[in-house]
């Protein structure tokens, strides 16, 4: 929308800012002259007060005015030589005047350094004064009579007739529109005559372009509108339309502003800087016009995805986005928008803001002060540095892009930032002095990809110490090194599997202060966490879904971020706090957490410290210590009252107190809670607390992360090839390729003699070493883990249970009642740090299915597994899935929005599954890749083998790479089966060695995962494979039978 | 569940085993098979969510002709009264076989705290207590903390004990920490007992303390104070083993020329798992976790879990060995029992080598009810004597009779029970 024929666009701004700050005045001074029961002193000085608001310069205007024998001055009045002044007349007599002085000299205007403009409004009040003046002294006029003398709108129209014929033409057109949508028929009559073509609404011929109609009604017609107005309208209405399409009007250089994509970012700055102190509040302006200008300001800044844009132009007023944008440090060309992640967060945080109904529990709740640089930076970066080959680097071979990354990385160190991010950068760092930084990434890729994306790029930690140029440096390293990780192998891979490579990614950057104190050297948040408005894992029947999640820890959140191999955050249920996943000390101490995440403050490095060391040392000084920790007293856990001896004390992590005794419990559920409404999805948070405030980190839809978005369930499928469905206590989660069941018969369980019960627990421990890892289900009856009494569940700890896919109780009705189940109570922190999926079956509720038969009477592979528990054959039952089901696998599909799950046979993982599977489940690798490449390289080095040389009867491959499920991280275990002499092994084994790392090293490039080496080989005699022995069982074995390796020259032998 | 695995039958079976070698009569026998008394009623509880759910609580008192009857109180969800009447049973013949005044009881109630609050629970222990507050006490039946129930749900208890009764009663309850009602040398108790039966088992054998060498199973609190006090009389303990819950299974560690519990416990998790690299380091040799069976050493203490000595490892005991005591509950199986006594290796028993805690349990009742403390040293003595005399009673009875250790102690405490219904007049 240029218009290159007007002046420009600064002088139109100005020039309308101007206009309506003069309309603005003569509005007060009219409302002032309305004002019933003034005497002619307050009357005149309230005029006199107002006045200055309508000039250029009211910081130094001051008014003054004589009416007959007296002068009214305001305080502290002092006469100047720059003054403008009109008459008071009275009838045609001269009364008095009224004077506008300016106390400081100004650039020269029209009139010394006043407007034109300024003089016809001072006309204007002036001849307003005298009338009024005029009626008071004749005290005789009639109310109607003054009422129409003089309506507001007249006095308006009378002004702008003089000072913006344009802004009244607009103001004429937008009159007979309004009229002719009252129905009047005059007004149709003049839109007519404006509007060749006959106005008409309707087009005439559809394929015949429409005449053009002139927005902008002529004199004339104008005229025309508001004679027929007050014919149809009062005049109030009619004030109140003009002065809110003048409002309106004084926003098109907004809208103009935001609407042009090219408009580079400091002039949207002023734009929005005027709007601000156009003195015009948001509310007043139509909804229309609120919400068109906020959903153009979220697509510029924030995003265009709309469901975003939806939300968030409800949410988000005009000057959020004047605050945004002066914490936005930019290139001067930059039209860039600031990423998901930053526009989350600061979404969310205007939600809080402005929630209604929790002021007391949200109150406390802040955001972190945050800079932002917006996704277009990276590429002037790279521009600026004329690294523009980078952006085709995505498409070399993947070995190559994890080879030349390191050095890409330095790359990018080495590089310069243009001067205008320098000087952004220089005052983010005096505003976050003396606070550490986080430095994170805000992908706009993260708006498309859902957060499964998220993670995938770098955020670092700085402790923000030394001097400002040290600072500076640090800032700009981790700046370039997080831009360098947009070309990583792993993201670049990610993208290309889900065909995102050829689009440019643009990565904004948001520069965060870290929430936390220091205690002693350390720089830590005394508590920080993650939290979902829908618990996927829940431990109790009691909890519901949306009594929500929180995942906490002491220091830095990152340890509540990922699941960990060897730590535990706490676990918690806002909307159930008292049910605690842990309840005997035993419990409590075991599954809580040992370590903690800090920023160390001397060496300026981020650490991983122990937990009970940190407290025995700083327990004093730690605010929220007694809140944060429980004492363990024998078999008994307190919380903390009276006297603590942090040094002493046996103290174990349990939150106890803040749960039980602070408002946090409830603060962080009416958090969860007003977000997810406002967001209208259930989000994922990760929160902090620096010991007196809690602060949100973070906000994003929950779903895709880990696997835990709601799966669809199939209406249609085939009865017969249903095994179980479950209605009950469901989360959320997929399970595919299931090759294998373990089903403990709970009728024959229960008959079993007590001390076989055992037995059973320990065919489980080794099915769970024997099995295909992650590819095979646990049912059984009851409690599993149960450590009272064990008919109640089978009797197993983690570790005979760690590599299952799924964990299933069966509640069968006995006696009349259903037993409870245990939800996994025994090892639930296990299960969910491994991803292991519960589900509870009720087989006996109506309209459950359960394929009895299929679980009871398929052939029962137990016997052939582990020969040594054949006599349990009745109780344990071992399915191959796939020689059972005619190749078929057994999938779970888990939907905890609707309750229900599935388990389905069907075919092993198709590629139109892996593509939605895949961003639901984003940790899952495309399986064919890896197992084929470790199969080949297996076959490769049979071929190189020589059998005689190394006295090799024969060579096998078994596990995943055999059974196809190899992941990046898999080993490629190998089967030896040797001649009785021992003569070569030694001699083997280094030549194995040798290829297993040769094969670590090829793996890590093309995928990254670091191992020391990648061959698990397994020696077997012939003894072991006369006996079946260990490993040696699985040649010719009838289920997951090890395959044959042609080893080199083996044709000779 | 099917009848044969019945708790409570098989607890009657072995019962009547030894009442046939006792020749007890058919009165006595039908009063010592079933409890005495058996107390099941309903606990109404307001949950967190304003709505009222209903808890069944159980009580049996099996016998109190010895005194009031002692046993825990158990939170289960599958709790059944056959069960708790099983359990009741056994602790009459425990609080017998080391000669204390107290009978048997036991009770729970049907719940999983996992799925409760600590309010809810509160609410359950009152309600407990409050159905039975007539039927319980100091000179009737004292409850103590069993599975899922702690020092915590005790206190409770006692609380609303003495508010129904306007007075203090701590003898009510045991497991009380020290201060409210507790007594010192709990922690120590279980393990020193063990080390008490195995001082007096190698005076039996004719072996100096000072010249046998000990493999532990377990690094636990049992364990951890076994080894101490082993040390103090002399001995040297070469292997001990532990769980890895990091590697999920466990490992043994041995140095041959002895290890010191100090060092270790510097280096183990509350759950006795112990550092496998730390150890290393310290000059441990990290074996596979059976390798504390198969050590050259006199005597073995498996101090961790039930069944850890299977017909199937059984084998693996070196010929050294002399003395097995039983620190875990039920660590051999009834197949390598029959093994280990065919072998001639001299059993403690689980029911006498770790009575040291129920003993200890006695002692902070007795000091509840005089409402005065012992200090450590005179508890420890005190235990000292009582599992001598218990041991060599038992001792006595195996020679006389040549019994196993293990049938042994059941005829001494039965018969004790048995005698004491007579005296009353019961029977």
Redesign the interface.
């Given at each position: 929308m240029s218009r290159p024929t007007e002046p420009s666009m600064d002088r139109v701004l100005h020039d309308l800012q101007e206009r309506a700050k003069e309309l603005a005045c003569l509005y007060r001074v009219d409302a002032i002259l309305a004002r019933p029961g003034l005497s002619v002193e307050d009357l005149v000085r309230a005029v006199l007060a107002v006045v200055p608001s309508g000039w250029q310069f009211p910081d130094i205007c001051l008014a003054r005015a004589q009416v007959g024998p007296h002068l009214y001055e305001p305080e502290g009045f002092r006469a100047t030589d720059w003054v403008q002044a009109a008459p008071i007349t009275v009838r045609g007599q001269p009364m008095g005047r009224v004077e506008v002085y300016y106390t400081e000299p100004r650039p020269h205007g029209d009139e010394g350094p006043f407007l034109a403009e300024e003089r016809r409004l001072l006309e204007t009040i002036a001849e307003r004064l005298g009338r009024v003046l005029a009626g008071r002294e004749t005290a005789a006029t009639s109310p109607a009579q003054e009422a129409e003398q003089s309506p507001g709108w007249r006095v308006v129209l009378e002004f702008l007739r003089q000072t913006d014929r344009v802004l009244l033409g607009r103001l004429g057109r937008k009159m007979i529109n309004h009229l002719c949508w009252s129905g009047i028929d005059e007004a149709e009559e003049l839109l007519r005559q404006i509007s060749p073509g006959g106005g008409a609404l309707e087009p005439i011929d559809e394929n015949r372009p429409l005449p053009r109609a002139s927005l902008v009604a002529d004199a004339e017609t104008t005229e025309a509108a508001f004679r027929i107005a007050p014919e149809h309208l009062p005049d109030e209405e009619i004030l109140a339309l003009i002065q809110g399409w003048i409002r309106e009007d004084k926003t098109t250089f907004l809208k103009h502003a935001v609407e042009r994509l090219d408009t580079p970012l400091p002039e949207l700055v002023e734009a929005l800087e005027r709007f601000r102190q156009g003195g015009i509040e948001e509310r007043d302006l139509s909804v229309a016009t609120q919400l068109g200008l906020r959903a153009s300001l979220v697509r510029r800044f924030l995003t265009d995805q709309l469901g975003f844009v939806n939300i968030s132009k409800q949410v988000l007023e005009v000057n959020d986005f004047r605050e945004l944008a002066l914490r936005i440090v930019a290139p001067a060309r930059s039209h860039g928008r600031i990423g998901g992640k930053s526009a989350g967060l600061f979404l969310a945080g205007k939600i809080l803001e402005r929630a209604t109904g929790y002021e007391d529990l949200l109150g406390r709740i802040r955001i972190p002060r945050s800079w932002y640089i917006p996704a277009d930076g990276i590429l002037d970066f790279i521009a600026h540095n004329d690294l523009t080959e980078v952006h085709n680097r995505k498409y070399l071979d993947p070995d190559r892009i994890r080879l030349e990354y390191p050095h890409l990385v330095q790359l990018f160190k080495n590089s310069y930032f243009s001067s205008e991010i320098l000087r952004g950068l220089a005052v983010v760092l005096d505003d976050l002095d003396g606070r550490p930084i986080i430095v994170r990434s805000s992908s706009l890729l993260e708006d498309r990809l859902g957060s499964a994306f998220s993670g995938k790029y770098k955020s670092l930690f700085l402790s923000n110490t030394g001097s400002k140029s040290e600072r500076m440096s640090a800032l700009t390293d981790a700046i370039a090194e997080v831009y360098a990780s947009v070309f990583s192998p792993d993201p670049i891979e990610y993208r290309a599997r889900h065909g995102f490579l050829d689009m440019h990614e643009e990565m904004g950057i948001l520069i965060q202060e870290v929430v936390g104190r220091r205690i002693g050297s350390y720089f830590l948040p005394v508590f920080a966490g993650v939290g979902f408005s829908n618990n996927e894992f829940r431990?109790?029947?009691?909890i519901q879904r949306e009594d929500g999640l929180l995942r906490m820890v002491v220091g830095l959140g990152t340890r509540a971020v990922d699941r960990l191999a060897?730590d535990y955050p706490i676990l918690v249920a806002p909307g159930?706090?008292?049910?605690?996943?842990n309840?005997?000390?035993?419990e409590a101490?075991?599954y809580s957490p040992k370590y903690m995440d800090v920023i160390n403050l001397e060496t300026g490095s981020f650490e991983s410290i122990d937990l009970r060391t940190f407290l025995a040392e700083h327990g004093e000084v730690i605010p929220l210590a007694r809140q944060l920790v429980s004492i363990?007293?024998?078999?008994?856990?307190?919380r903390p009252t009276g006297l603590l001896d942090f040094r002493r004390d046996?103290l174990v992590v349990t939150f106890e107190g803040l749960i039980?005794e602070t408002p946090f419990m409830p603060r962080m559920r009416a958090l969860l809670r007003v977000l997810r409404e406002q967001l209208e999805t259930p989000v994922d948070i990760e929160f902090a607390c620096d010991g007196e405030d809690i602060y949100l980190l973070q906000c994003r839809p929950q779903g895709a992360t880990h696997g835990d978005a709601p799966v669809p369930i199939p209406r249609d499928l085939p009865r017969e090839r249903v095994l179980f469905t479950a209605n009950r206590y469901v989360s959320n989660g997929r399970v595919g390729d299931i090759t294998h069941v373990v089903y403990v018969d709970p009728e024959a369980y229960?008959?079993?003699?007590?001390?076989r019960l055992?037995d059973v627990g320990r065919a489980v421990g080794r099915l769970n070493r024997t099995l295909p890892k992650r590819r095979f289900l646990l049912m059984g009856p009851?409690?599993w883990g149960?450590?009272?009494?064990v008919?109640?569940g089978v009797p197993v700890?983690?570790?005979d249970i760690?590599n299952a896919a799924v964990l299933i109780e069966i509640a069968r009705l006995s006696g009349g009642y259903v037993?409870?189940l245990?939800?996994g109570?025994h090892f639930f922190q296990d299960l969910v740090e491994s991803s292991i999926r519960y589900l509870p079956l009720y087989p006996d509720d109506p309209d459950v299915i359960f394929a009895e038969p299929f679980f009871s009477h398929s052939p029962n592979a137990l016997a052939d597994l582990l020969p040594e528990f054949a006599d349990l054959a009745d109780v344990v039952h071992v399915i191959d899935v796939r020689s059972v089901a005619e190749g078929f696998v057994l999938k779970v599909l888990m939907n905890g929005d609707l309750d229900q799950a599935v388990g389905v046979l069907g075919s092993p993982a198709t590629v139109a599954e892996e593509e939605t599977g895949a961003l639901l489940a984003p940790q899952r690798e495309a399986p064919d890749d890896h197992w084929r490449w470790r199969l080949r390289m297996a076959q490769r080095l049979a071929e190189q083998l020589d059998p005689i040389r190394f006295g090799v009867r024969a060579l096998y491959l078994v596990g995943s790479a055999k059974n196809a499920n190899a992941g990046p991280d898999s080993d490629i275990d190998l089967l030896v089966h040797l001649v009785p002499t021992e003569d070569g092994r030694g001699e083997l084994e280094a030549w194995l060695e040798g290829w297993s790392r040769a094969l670590a090293e090829a793996n890590y490039l093309r995928t990254g995962v670091r191992r020391e080496g990648l061959l698990d080989v397994h020696f077997v005699t012939d003894e072991d494979v006369a006996r079946g022995r260990g490993v040696a069982a699985k040649i010719g074995a009838i289920t997951d039978a090890a395959r044959p390796l042609p080893t080199g020259g083996a044709g000779t032998r | 569940m099917s009848r044969n695995v019945n708790p409570f039958e098989v607890a009657q079976a072995q019962f009547d085993k030894v009442a046939a070698i006792l020749e007890l009569d058919t009165p006595t026998r039908e009063l010592l098979r079933t409890p005495q008394r058996e107390y099941s009623f309903a606990i109404p509880v307001r949950m967190d969510d304003g709505k009222v759910r209903i808890f069944r609580g159980f009580r049996v008192q099996h016998n109190d002709a010895r005194g009031p009857a002692k046993g825990g109180i158990r939170f289960h969800p599958h709790e059944t009264l056959d069960t708790v009447r099983a359990l009741a049973m056994w602790m009459t013949w425990k609080t017998a076989v080391v000669d204390i005044p107290l009978g048997g009881g036991k009770g729970g109630v049907i719940c999983d705290p996992h799925h409760l609050s600590q309010r809810e629970q509160e609410a359950i222990c009152r309600g407990w207590v409050r159905q039975l507050a007539r039927n319980v006490g100091p000179v009737q039946d004292v409850p103590a903390p069993d599975v899922m129930t702690s020092g915590q749900h005790m206190l409770w208890m006692l609380d609303e004990y003495e508010a129904i009764h306007g007075g203090h009663y701590p003898g009510f309850i045991t497991g009380k920490p020290v201060g409210l009602g507790g007594s010192q040398g709990r922690t120590e108790a279980t393990g020193y007992g063990v080390v008490f039966t195995i001082r007096e088992a190698l005076k039996l054998l004719d072996l100096r303390p000072e010249n046998t060498r000990a493999s532990v199973q377990g690094f636990g609190n049992v364990a951890q104070y076994a080894i101490r006090l082993y040390r103090q009389i002399g001995g040297t303990v070469v292997c001990v083993s532990s769980w890895d819950q990091g590697d999920q299974t466990s490992y043994s560690f041995r140095k041959s020329t002895g290890v010191d519990p100090d060092e270790l416990v510097a280096i183990t998790d509350r759950f006795g798992g112990i550092d496998k690299a730390k150890a290393r380091d310290l000059g441990y040799e990290v074996l596979p976790g059976d390798a504390w069976l198969e050590q050259p050493v006199e005597i073995l203490m498996p101090s961790a879990i039930e069944n850890q000595v299977r017909e199937d490892n059984v084998g693996k005991i070196h010929s050294a060995v002399r003395l097995i005591a039983e620190g875990a509950n039920g660590p051999t199986t009834p197949a390598a029992d029959a093994e280990i006594d065919k072998r001639g290796i001299f059993l403690v028993p689980d029911f006498l080598a770790n009575a040291g805690g129920v003993t200890c349990s006695y002692f902070e009742q007795v000091q509840s009810n005089m409402n005065m403390y012992w200090v450590k040293d005179e508890v420890l003595g005190r235990l000292d004597a009582t599992m001598t005399a218990a041991f060599h009673a038992v001792a006595d009875v195996a020679k006389r009779r040549r019994l196993p250790m293990r049938d042994a102690a059941y005829v001494i405490s039965i018969s004790r029970v048995a005698q004491a219904c007579h005296e009353r007049g019961w029977v």
């Open positions: 431990w109790s029947a009691r060897d159930q706090p008292g049910l605690r996943v309840q005997t000390a035993d101490t075991r363990v007293d024998h078999d008994q856990l307190r046996e039980s229960g008959r079993l003699e007590l001390a055992r009851g409690r149960s450590r009272g009494d008919r109640l700890t983690y570790a760690s037993p409870d245990s939800f109570t | -």
